[in-house]
């Protein structure tokens, strides 16, 4: 404002504005009512909330000016860091105000009039727009009907999963992906209102969600993201706690692809589990329990298939055993599977650790070979079905009669556990890349 120089004095003067509050001026005359209010920052604090709702009482016109007043500006994104990194740099004592936990724009709480986008504003536009108001030239800025901003974020949670509505751009690529599932999310409301959400805001797990995670692979802004147990696992390693890290084979061909190492990346693995605090690292390969009891069996390979069929098809429920399971305390299971975070004990995902190797420098560790390998394979002939409309496929052989005895499991993942809920997304550009390193990985093992 001040950058206005003389232009604004002139406006001052010439229109006989009286200016009877500015911090920044050193004025603080007592006034009942105000014409116009600019209002500049973002809401921090129940205070602020009192004070902003008590200015717009007062006022005839309201306007948010600049990024924090409009759009929480950077302090809102202290949502999306580190609480460590929050604390950093945000060092001020606030023993004095009840401080919320995210910043807001002016308008989740009073009627904003008119907005002065940007950090710093430009001049000439709030110059323009105070002559406008002077003039008494009521407009609808940009020709809005409505304002561009939802009075409530819709946040949907779940067990293993949770969409957070603030972050949320509708893009539908999630819809798109679970359509060809379950259909357990899709549009909701019209206009700006349009949001992603359940059937009647139900919670995930009350939808027909079965937490396969593969909308997670295609969210650009992180808005559909898993229950992270990174830091109880952080925390554990940090006391001493004797922990056992169980790696999936997929796990490490995604991890090199994502790192761009080549079949290397076993060793390095192993060297930078250990390094951070790990006692043992066993690659494996998980196993259901089979016990054969009737002519068909049917082995899900992880809790969302088990789930598929008990709410697609009941009437096979009969056949099926349990998903491979982790009940040691003292493991950490590290999979390519989000849905096994539905089951018990610790389970990482192949994202999950990605992002505690992020502080190592892996280019100085000491390649190390894995304590144990149990890549066992079962030692009957089985009926793998990969992909939603193999499973349906099979399913309906299995009710028309057509099968009747063996062993089926099913991957409810299209192209099965490497391109799993849980893995980091797959660049198109590198799509065989993943596949090779996972054969030169189980060779290079064997």
Same mark, same amino acid.
């Given at each position: ?35 116009? !209010? ?31 007043? =409009? ?17 950093? =740099? ?68 779940? @067990?293993?999963? !949770? ?19 379950? !259909? ?145 305390s003292s493991v950490v299971w590290i999979t390519s599977c989000l ?10 995902? @192949? ?21 144990? =390998? ?73």
């Amino acid at each position: 404002m001040l950058n206005l120089n003389e232009d604004l004095l002139k406006m001052v003067y010439d229109k006989k504005v009286e200016v009877v509050y500015s911090t920044l001026l050193g004025i603080d005359e007592k006034h009942e009512n105000y014409d116009i !209010s600019l209002i500049e920052g973002a809401i921090v604090s129940e205070e602020d909330v009192a004070r902003i709702r008590d200015i717009r009482k007062k006022s005839k016109m309201l306007v948010a000016m600049g990024s924090c007043a =409009v759009l929480s500006g950077v302090p809102g994104l202290k949502r999306f860091a580190h609480k460590d990194e929050v604390k950093r =740099v945000y060092v001020e004592n606030y023993s004095e105000h009840k401080y919320f936990s995210r910043a807001m724009p002016l308008d989740r709480f009073v009627k904003v009039d008119y907005y002065v986008r940007g950090c710093p504003i430009n001049r000439y536009e709030l110059l323009h727009l105070l002559e406008k108001i002077l003039q008494k030239l009521w407009f609808k800025q940009g020709e809005r009907r409505f304002p561009f901003t939802r009075e409530k974020p819709l946040d949907i949670e779940g @067990t293993a999963l !949770s969409l957070d509505g603030e972050k949320c751009i509708t893009c539908g690529r999630c819809v798109k992906v679970c359509q060809e599932i379950v !259909s357990a999310i899709d549009y909701i409301n019209r206009s700006i209102e349009t949001a992603i959400s359940t059937p009647f805001k139900v919670k995930l797990d009350e939808s027909t969600c079965i937490s396969c995670g593969q909308c997670t692979l295609y969210c650009p802004v992180d808005a559909l993201k898993e229950r992270s147990s990174m830091s109880e696992v952080q925390k554990l390693l940090k006391f001493g706690a004797r922990l056992t890290a169980y790696v999936e084979p997929e796990v490490l061909a995604a991890l090199g692809e994502y790192l761009n190492f080549d079949k290397r990346i076993s060793g390095i693995a192993v060297a930078a589990l250990k390094k951070l605090g790990f006692e043992k690292v066993i690659l494996w390969r998980p196993q259901a329990v089979v016990r054969m009891q009737s002519n068909l069996t049917i082995i899900p390979s992880s809790e969302a298939e088990a789930i598929y069929m008990q709410r697609f098809h009941p009437e096979l429920s009969k056949y099926m055993i349990e998903p491979p399971k982790n009940r040691d305390s003292s493991v950490v299971w590290i999979t390519s599977c989000l849905a096994r975070k539905l089951g018990e004990g610790l389970i990482l995902t @192949t994202r999950e650790l990605a992002g505690l190797l992020s502080a190592l420098d892996l280019s100085i560790l000491t390649e190390k070979s894995f304590d144990e =390998v149990r890549l066992n394979e079962l030692n009957f002939q089985v009926n793998k079905a990969v992909g939603i409309q193999e499973i349906e496929k099979i399913s309906m052989s299995v009710k028309d009669g057509r099968l009747r005895e063996g062993v089926i499991v099913l991957y409810i993942c299209n192209k099965g556990c490497l391109y799993g809920g849980g893995q980091p997304y797959l660049k198109p550009e590198i799509t065989m890349k993943r596949g090779e390193l996972l054969v030169q990985i189980i060779s290079g093992i064997r």
